[in-house]
């Protein structure tokens, strides 16, 4: 009986086992390339420009990486970083190319698309890198914006975790005159302008009446700024209750669409949390609640419940995204009154027996039922569920693999 105990267990274990190494395969570019203080530059500025944080965020990427020299010969032209960003980005394959696969390139030649491309910064599709396998060994990298001429060469692998993410040094910094091309910084940008071309034209004009608003937001975009769009329907609807606030009402309300800091969509997607707004002041808090759900990113106040429905821009030190509603603080909104739960039905006195077990539920079922904070109860479950759930899962594949090997033994 215990032989057979362990012919059952151990395939179970196996099994917990490869799911903790498929666990353990999360990858942080820059800490790989800590490794090799060759590339300290290149690694770097893969975090001034936030390009890192869109590296962790994709399960399938590849790095071309290029050490020290060649950066200095890239910085040499005294590229902004909104500009080195693009160029950056189009040394980063949206698909996985170690050493071995781009020996086995099928007909000899591929075109990747880029993080560039996936930006939606490169014009039509510049933002594509040729790679093609060279006679002798050689694998050559162009950009589709430089005529096929293959200049850039594959030098070494450098890290890998096979099929997630690897990391490889090219020869020099890949030629592209569209992502070289200079990037407007980001007091030269027209905030309301890019607002009003992609479908917040209303808000856009609104915060343009407003001079006390629109300078705090043009006051902080060198230093960082994201602001949260509402589309032109929606913002349509509600300016009747924007109208109906006080001016010091209206400034602060308009502000509370901002945030003091830039943050780009891998950022919000990995932060979960209060974050303050512009108009956040002393006692006056006027922040809201960032939660996501796998690719959905929603922003919560006492009020209401807004999701980010798209990326208008995304350049360092300025993000505007689209939201589906108007966010609205409960400084100046009050939250919706719940619906109320419906009143039970008056239980019947019965003495038969199948009467006392249709009374009895399971506290599973019950307890949502009969909790009045069940927002409050849901905000910290999101919270915190992630950790819980890591422990517990732990936990479970030590124990899988322990009783694997006791019955084996």
Known sequence: MQLRRGHLLLPLALFFLAAALTVARAHNVTRLLAKHPEFSTFNHYLTETHLAAEINS????????????????????????????????LHVLLDYFGPKKLHQITNGT?????????????????????????????????????????????????EEIPYNISVIQISNALPSAAAAAPTPGPSEMNLTRLMSAHGCKVFADTLDANADAMKTYEDNVEGGLTTFCPLDDTFKQFLPKYKNLSAPGKASFLEFFAVPMYLSMAMLKSNNGPMNTLATDGASKYDFTVQNDGEEVTLKTRANTVKITGT???????????????LMPKE?????????APAPAPEKVADSPKSSKRKSAPASVAAPADSPEGDVADQSADGNGSVRFGSARFGFLV???????????
């Open 312 to 326: 208008l821009l995304d350049e360092q030190p300025l993000a505007i995204y689209s939201i589906d509603k108007v």
């Open 110 to 158: 591929a075109l990747a698309a880029t993080l560039f491309q996936a930006t939606g910064s490169a014009p039509g599709s510049t933002g594509f890198v040729n790679i093609t396998d060279l006679k002798g060994g050689k694998v050559g990298f162009a950009p589709e914006d430089n005529n096929g001429h293959l200049n850039t060469y594959f030098v070494k692998g450098l």
């Open 58 to 89: 994709r399960t399938t990427i590849t790095v071309m990486a290029i050490d020290n020299a060649a950066m200095s010969r890239l910085l040499a032209s005294h590229p902004t970083i909104a500009t080195l960003k693009n160029i950056l980005s």
């Open 332 to 340: 100046l909104f009050k939250a919706a009154a719940p619906t109320p």
């Open 399 to 409: 124990s899988g693999l322990w009783f694997g090997m006791h019955f084996l033994l």
